[in-house]
């Protein structure tokens, strides 16, 4: 059984839907923030899932604690499947900002004809130990569209509508957000995954 576990991102976006998500569950939630830990890790992985991996095995080691991290990309067709792993650095500008990043992605959009359909994935990994790892997965479908709407969420949240609701991502309480985003379908299958192993 799970006791502790470490929501292993300094994303405060992140963070706070991740608690959100994981509200209650039978452990501690810890931020990286408040146990003062503070790792730079180089994403090198060629898969969400990778990625994931490397960030969860690294916080994991680096503080003893099952340690959980998820990676996501915004994959647009129109774009043959971009920015997708690249999607949080997605600007040439190391200091380009979720602004900046939205700003570039409508302006390689607007030669193509809309609607700009779009998904999110996301990948969550769990680093129990070791040796034994969680994974699961979410996707959300919908479109993006030329003018921000909403001032909820971060990256692209904005510029993402999800057409069934008629809302962008950025309009959505978290409690909505929480209901259809790719992040919250992900953590959703992980918590059903714990609690087969009564890990939860």
């Known amino acids: 059984m799970i006791t502790e576990l470490l929501i292993a991102t300094t994303n405060v976006g992140k963070q706070a ?4 998500l994981l509200k209650g569950q039978p452990f501690k939630l810890i931020t990286p923030q408040s146990i003062g830990l503070d ?5 090198t992985g060629f898969t969400y899932q990778e990625n994931a991996g490397i960030k969860a095995t690294a916080f994991f080691e680096a ?12 994959e647009v067709e129109a774009l043959n499947g971009a920015p997708g ?5 997605y600007s040439p500008d ?5 602004q900046d990043r939205r700003r570039l992605l409508l302006e390689k959009l607007t030669p193509h004809q809309r609607p ?5 994935v996301c990948y969550v990994v769990l680093a129990v130990s070791r040796n034994e790892r969680f994974i699961s997965n979410g996707q959300c479908s919908g ?8 001032f909820n969420g971060f990256g692209y949240d904005p510029i993402f509508l999800i057409s069934s609701l008629e809302k962008t991502m950025a309009e959505l309480s978290m409690q909505e957000k929480n209901r259809v985003s790719h992040r919250a379908l992900a953590v959703r299958e992980l918590i059903s995954q714990l609690r087969t192993h009564g890990q939860a």
């Open 39 to 43: 790792i730079h890790i180089n994403e």
């Open 116 to 120: 700009w359909a779009a998904r999110f």
């Open 85 to 89: 792993l690249h999607s949080a650095r």
């Open 94 to 98: 190391p200091e380009a900002e979720d």
């Open 143 to 150: 479109e993006i569209i030329p003018e921000e709407r909403g």
């Open 63 to 74: 503080s003893g604690i099952p340690s959980l991290s998820d990676d996501t990309g915004l």
């Open 17 to 20: 839907e991740l608690a959100e």
